[in-house]
């Protein structure tokens, strides 16, 4: 087990290499404590979502949690709630909000799912300041493009507000995930700004195309080249011009805390892919700040 000195100057020296300021991770988790625990109780169990042991690497308080980004110098991340069911949303996004105000480096971010009162409590957020919105499709068990879910996408869109959506089909995919929803909710709205969560891992050529076609379509690398992940899904190295092409619309992400490995292997992973360092530094840093406002990391 690596002690957190270590990880700390591992962190810190991979950003200092590349002259930037920090970090920006646009995919991470905070959560009320009691959901939290039952999102860990189902990875604990490895059961019919996950698929596999998935060790937790770091269950330390909310504090203590925030003060090792911190440490890291990662300078602006999200809490990036997502909603299960009916009714969850608007407690979430209350919480994440409460959360947002106590921790300048947070991106105040909040949750939607296909109910009729969705398109009125997303207006109201986006009008209260809330920077990026993310949806589970395989763990909401709803696709993309429900009809419900028009009024949310049509705010979203005239907005330009950031969603990072989570459609691929891994861990464990189920009749709602996959691309197929996503290219047919960007044919209604293709204005809208995604950033498709895992790069969209396993289906990754899938959601590539859409990067490409669509302008402001992201993909966020969310333990995408982690030895754990290459295990079930590597990422296909014919693809990796493409993806340096798409050198701007590359978004560095984590999935802190629940991942079963230390923090800077997930950066250890985009190294070794031999992109470059310009690469490097608009996936870690500028394509964040692009994406959400030059403001975003001014903590």
């Known amino acids: 087990m690596t ?7 591992e962190v810190r020296s991979f950003w200092e290499g590349l002259g ?7 995919h991470t988790h905070f959560l009320p404590p009691g959901i939290q625990r039952a999102v860990w109780a189902v990875f604990d169990e490895a059961g019919p979502k996950i698929g596999r042991p998935w060790p937790i690497r770091y269950r ?8 090792l980004l911190r ?22 996004n ?5 959360f947002a105000a106590g921790v300048p480096e947070v991106l ?30 395989q763990v909401g068990e709803f696709v993309a493009d429900d009809p419900v879910l028009d009024p949310v996408w049509a705010v979203l869109e005239d907005s330009g507000t950031p969603v990072t959506v989570h459609a691929g089909s891994g861990p464990v995919g189920n009749a709602f995930t996959g691309p197929d929803s996503v290219a047919r909710l960007l044919r209604r709205h293709p204005r809208l700004r995604l950033v498709v969560a895992h790069m969209g891992a396993p289906e990754y050529e899938d959601f590539l195309v859409l990067a490409e076609r669509h302008e402001n379509v992201h993909l966020d ?16 190295v014919a693809l990796l011009p493409r993806l340096k092409d798409l050198q701007a619309k590359v978004l560095l992400g984590s999935d802190f805390p629940t991942i079963p490995y ?20 608009d996936v870690c840093w500028h394509n964040a700040l692009r994406l959400l406002g030059r403001d975003a990391a001014n903590s």
Request: proline share 7%; no cysteine; glycine share 6%.
């Open 221 to 236: 690398t969310t333990m995408v080249f982690t030895d754990f992940f290459d295990r079930d899904a590597a990422y296909p």
């Open 262 to 281: 230390p923090y800077h292997h997930q950066l250890e992973g985009l190294a070794r892919l031999e992109l470059g360092d310009d690469w490097l530094r």
């Open 3 to 9: 002690d957190r000195a270590t990880e700390v100057r």
């Open 60 to 67: 330390q308080s909310l504090e203590e949690r925030v003060a």
């Open 20 to 26: 930037l300021p920090g970090l920006v991770d646009l």
């Open 94 to 98: 209350e919480w994440s909000g409460e």
């Open 108 to 137: 105040r971010s909040a949750t939607f799912y296909p109910e009729p009162e969705a398109g009125e409590y997303v207006a109201e957020l986006v009008e209260d300041g809330v920077r990026i919105f993310k949806i589970h499709l």
């Open 71 to 92: 440490d890291f110098g990662v300078r602006a991340f999200p809490t990036h709630p997502y909603a299960h069911k009916p009714g969850v949303a608007s407690y979430l």
